[in-house]
């Protein structure tokens, strides 16, 4: 693809700005200088690695770096035999080892979320030797360490010394010297890199020594004393050395490095095409961009899909979204329509996101879009006149057509503004039917804008050319950017005049020299634009409508849920009060029961007992009465046989065997209990199985062996201190289920599960009477009660 046409579609815009999201100048370079990708796989791959690390930045994650060194002038400079790194620039060299490093850590160590990232980490150079070494040698003011060399370190401890003995000898002198009042100033002064005196010139001879500057006015003279010479002499001879010690270290450090300079160089040319994932995912952050399905089929499927470059420099203006379709179909589309009214931006849209995408760029669009893989994309925008070659605007134009239909084929996208619209226009309009008709042939999808009327017609005769038009508010006399597919668009040129305020004589004349079906044509696109503004309108305040609708009817689903909480939660007060009841009931019983077995055998402490226990049982029943009266649940008529269902107050569910009236025989696992239906409630399987998971066993219920009839608990094999509570929760669970009566089987053989279980009986509130069985009912082994 033509690289202006980069600048024509703004793309170069588009590039500079994500370039400038990335942290580093290689990183910058290689987002400008990227390569379109050579096929859909590739494609995938790259724009798959832009998603993960945008997902990666949205998440708050921080990159092990912020920003990388440019070592590009430093390979160049390894490269050469004899050149020698400065210390700064090894410095650097070791960042790019430490960031390549850090980076290949933290991507593999987030493998599972981001595998196209990681897969790009596992190729970066881990080498910790050269970066060790280098760190040997350099510390973090990027100054040579004295521990690089045993010479350097004997030179510069030598050269501490002599630098101590020096200036402990000026502070003698300056002493001396400032006592005596011959200083201009009171301190010492650096000439020529070595100490002086600042003497006033009349005592210039009182200090024995070397003049090595003056100063501007005259009045002041520098000297080097001579005692400090030798010292002086001796710390200079020492500085020469320890620079050629430097010297060499540093070419040693930088010949070691020069065997890796393949890898180093990967490794530059990794890092800052990192940066360049950095770059655009920073900037789909900006603009909202996603990952589109990538067609495989040709097809082309805009929905919501913005101008990037308008996002971005329009942030305080609204920004149209566009919706276009092409499919293999229809693959060619006529857009037509009023200047300034969208056309050109439209087409630019498409063709800008075609090449973003070929670049590895996210879309600012829907995730419902789909998006082809374009091998090539032509273009044909602007005035393209060229004086030197003596080629007007036409014959430009029509050379870049045939420049495009020279390279379109089957993956090709073709863009042309104003088809043929600078010569005569029926020549133009033939012209512009037989470029249409050999894309077609060639397989291309291609955009055309056009005010000829010839071409509109066309494209509504012509299967596989669909009509296209920008809609235009004739009441404001602007256009409002929208696309409407399937209808040719009116230029509004007159309308256009009445804006821009020419005199009304002026349009009504202009009007008059048209053709009558031309005006008849013009009237019926107007007022077809118009009815489908109105419809669009109407589709908006349908969905208005039907989005509040939505909202009520969500705000009384809320208040029903509110509801059915605040009935569930007083059930379980009552249930809870219930529970306390019972509990009070069966103390008082205990209590009773206990002052009968301490007293002598007193017909009137037994018949007071009596009647206490009775009185208790009818307040308790009473008040349970009361409780269930309260929080009384309306029959669910709605349950049917088979349903699931759930016991209220309890966590038992079943499934609906048979309906008798208000009440139901319903299946609990091998228990089969009949309950009023004004004490169920359906339930699913989902919540059946949430409810089985909470608990082991439905609350309530006994969890004894599988008993033999539905109203029966068998407690064979068990001690007494295991079936006194399962008995008690048998008798508890009948009791709520309304049942009259039921049957324990306890057996013979000691006689401890029979004693234990009348014990029990005795003292259970819920408990009328009870009895061993008759003949034929299991006899003594079993006791039936009445509840």
Known sequence: MDSSNHKKLEFDRVSAYAAGLCMSAPGQDALQGLAPCLGREELLVELERVLELKSL???????????????????????????????????????????SAALRRFLAANRESWPRLDSLGEKLWLDTFIRSAIRTIIDEDCKVRSSASHELKQIRHALGDDRQLLLRRMEKILDHCRRSGWLMEESVAIKNSRLCLPMKVEYRQRIPGFVQDWSGSGQTV???????????????????????????????????????LGNLSYTCELLAFFDSLVGRARFALETASVLPAISSSGELRLIRGFHPWLLISHRDREVFPLDLELSSCEPVLIISGPNAGGKSVAMKTIGLLALMLRHGYLLPCSESSVFPFFSEIGIEIGDEQSIENDLSTFSSHLRQVRRILDGAGKNSLVLIDELCSGTDVEE?????????????????????????????????????????????????LLPTFRFIKGVPGSSFAFAMMQRLGFPQTMLDEARSFMHEEHRALEGLLADLHRKL???????????????RLALREQSAADSEASLAKQRREQKLK?????????????????????????????????QEARRKLSARAAEA??????????????????????????????SATGEVEKLKGESAVVLCGNFRVTVLLKNLEKTSRRQTRKADKAASHPKGWSAAPAPVESTT?????????????????????????????????HGTGTGVLRRRTHELLKRHAAVKSFRVGAWGEGYDGVTILTL
């Open 428 to 476: 133009g309009g033939a012209i512009a039917r037989s470029v249409v008709e050999e894309l077609m042939r060639r397989g291309s999808k291609a955009i055309v804008t056009t005010h000829i009327g010839e071409l509109k017609a066309y494209a509504h005769e012509r299967e596989g050319v669909v009509n296209g038009a920008m809609e235009f508010d004739r009441t404001a």
């Open 574 to 606: 009552a249930v809870k009060e219930i529970q306390r009841e019972v509990e009070g009931a069966r103390r008082e019983i205990r209590d009773i029961l206990q002052d009968v077995r301490d007293a002598p055998r007193d017909p009137r402490i037994l």
């Open 57 to 99: 930045l949205q998440e708050g994650s921080s990159l092990p770096f912020s920003t990388l060194p440019d070592t590009r002038p430093l390979l160049v400079k390894i490269g050469m035999e004899g050149n020698r790194l400065e210390p700064e620039e090894l410095h650097d060299i070791s960042d790019l080892l430490q960031a």
């Open 621 to 650: 029943e009473k008040r349970t009465a009361i409780l269930h009266e309260e929080t009384a649940h309306p029959p669910d008529l709605s349950i049917r046989e088979g349903d699931l269902v759930r016991i209220l107050d309890s």
């Open 222 to 260: 520098f000297v080097e004393p001579a005692e400090t010479l030798e010292i002086a002499n001796r710390i200079q001879e020492g500085e020469i050395h320890e620079r050629r010690e430097i010297d060499r270290i540093l070419r040693e450090m930088t010949d070691r490095l020069r065997p890796d």
């Open 533 to 547: 503004s109105e419809n669009r309108l109407r589709g908006c305040e349908l969905e208005s409508a039907e989005a």
């Open 713 to 745: 608990l068998d407690i064979r094999g068990l001690s007494g201190d295991e079936a006194v509570p399962r008995v008690e929760r048998f008798i508890d669970a009948m009791h709520r289920s309304r049942m009259h009566s039921a049957t324990i089987i």
